[in-house]
């Protein structure tokens, strides 16, 4: 998709504090050889916040940052991988409630860790839909893993670690400061049971109480099955990765070398290389993986965290192209590029410490 008049308004994001993986390891939460091979520093960790309630806080930075602010939010979507409250209940309904948002449209999103991006997919299909009275779209995302269920310090490949954040962005077809030029999404179905394992399908795995293993799970799907098509499944997840970012930077008319920066899942330096910086012929410098290290994996909200980090600290300038790039078990794969069009009057120059310290950001 190139999408035409799809613009970034307003962006904020909730960061907690951060709990450095080293006080996991001495804590005996954290492997210490799984902390040794993987370089990650620690992982946001937000206590008992509901994500609704942390999405709320992102969403009202990003409305103070969008000139239209809530007045003019035709449609709110809110994603999400983890539980977000009660079952069969609405969080998109109580998040436009607390921003005083009404006679607006709002559904959920369900893609797991892409959920943000899918939202920047689905809001560019809609803009043209909305009435000229409220013509944004409001998207926010939030997950909280602090729950009996799972385990955020065995939650994925390679030591990686589930953190906790939320993020929100506001789609404008009237200008912002970024412009989306292309955005591919792709479902790779071979690799969905990899997410799956031997998990029946019904009854669902929290409300049975069985905890949740992704690992597990994952282990349970390599064990089955070594090769797909004759290629095995980790070279087969990075082609799927490394095409569907080709792809969009194809659609965008842009090369690999035109990118300024590369923002995705905060995961280990080798899936960062394997996956997307190598077959784009670029260096992991040019991805936000060093400041990743720091945050842990925030879900649906990596790469807006990252894009929020880069502009405030003045890494960012008009006219630069940003790949923002997202894969998600299930198994799918989504691609969004960026140009810059003017920084924002909240964006500067780095005026202190590069970690979060709690609170918005």
């Known amino acids: 998709?190139?999408?035409?008049?799809?613009?970034?308004?307003?962006?904020?994001?909730?960061?907690?504090?951060?709990?450095?993986?080293?006080?996991?390891?001495?804590?005996?939460?954290?492997?210490?050889?799984?902390?040794?091979?993987?370089?990650?520093?620690?992982?946001?960790?937000?206590?008992?916040?509901?994500?609704?309630?942390?999405?709320?806080?992102?969403?009202?930075?990003?409305?103070?940052?969008?000139?239209?602010?809530?007045?003019?939010?035709g449609t709110v979507l809110h994603g999400s991988t983890f539980y977000q409250g009660p079952e069969m209940w609405s969080p998109s309904a109580y998040i436009m409630r607390e921003l005083g948002i009404t006679g607006a449209g709002g559904t959920e999103i369900r893609n797991g860790c892409n959920s943000m991006l899918t939202g920047v997919e689905l809001a560019a299909g809609l803009l043209s839909y909305q009435p000229d009275s409220r013509p944004d779209i409001?998207?926010?995302?939030?997950?909280?893993?602090?729950?009996?269920?799972?385990?955020?310090?065995?939650?994925?490949?390679?030591?990686?670690?589930?953190?906790?954040?939320?993020?929100?962005?506001?789609?404008?077809?009237?200008?912002?400061?970024?412009?989306?030029?292309?955005?591919?999404?792709?479902?790779?179905?071979?690799?969905?049971?990899?997410?799956?394992?031997?998990?029946?399908?019904?009854?669902?795995?929290?409300?049975?109480?069985?905890?949740?293993?992704?690992?597990?799970?994952?282990?349970?799907?390599?064990?089955?099955?070594?090769?797909?098509?004759?290629?095995?499944?980790?070279?087969?997840?990075?082609?799927?990765?490394?095409?569907?970012?080709?792809?969009?930077?194809?659609?965008?008319?842009?090369?690999?070398?035109?990118?300024?920066w590369v923002l995705v899942p905060n995961g280990d330096e080798a899936t960062t290389r394997n996956c997307v910086m190598d077959p784009l012929g670029l260096d992991v410098s040019r991805s936000q993986w060093e400041f990743g290290c720091g945050i842990g994996h925030a879900s649906a909200s990596d790469q807006f965290i990252a894009l929020d980090h880069l502009l405030r600290t003045g890494r960012l300038d008009a006219g630069d192209h940003v790949l923002l790039f997202g894969g998600a078990p299930g198994w799918s794969a989504v691609a969004v590029v960026l140009t810059l069009c003017a920084l924002p009057s909240w964006s500067g120059s780095p005026t202190g410490p590069t970690m979060p310290t709690g609170g918005a950001a």
């Not at 030029?181 to 071979?190: H, I, L």
């Open 1 to 73: 998709m190139r999408p035409a008049n799809v613009f970034l308004a307003g962006l904020g994001c909730w960061l907690p504090a951060p709990y450095a993986a080293s006080e996991a390891v001495a804590a005996g939460l954290y492997d210490a050889t799984v902390f040794a091979e993987s370089g990650l520093r620690g992982v946001l960790v937000a206590g008992p916040e509901a994500p609704p309630d942390m999405a709320v806080r992102a969403a009202r930075t990003a409305l103070g940052r969008s000139p239209g602010g809530a007045a003019a939010i």
């Open 138 to 260: 409001l998207l926010t995302t939030a997950d909280n893993f602090n729950s009996p269920l799972i385990n955020r310090w065995d939650s994925g490949p390679m030591g990686v670690i589930a953190a906790d954040a939320a993020s929100s962005v506001v789609i404008s077809p009237t200008g912002g400061f970024a412009r989306v030029d292309a955005v591919v999404s792709r479902v790779y179905p071979e690799f969905e049971a990899m997410a799956r394992g031997d998990e029946p399908l019904f009854p669902p795995t929290g409300s049975a109480g069985r905890r949740i293993d992704t690992v597990e799970r994952a282990q349970q799907f390599n064990e089955r099955v070594r090769e797909i098509g004759g290629t095995s499944v980790a070279d087969g997840l990075a082609k799927a990765c490394s095409d569907t970012a080709l792809a969009a930077l194809d659609t965008a008319g842009i090369k690999p070398s035109d990118l300024r």
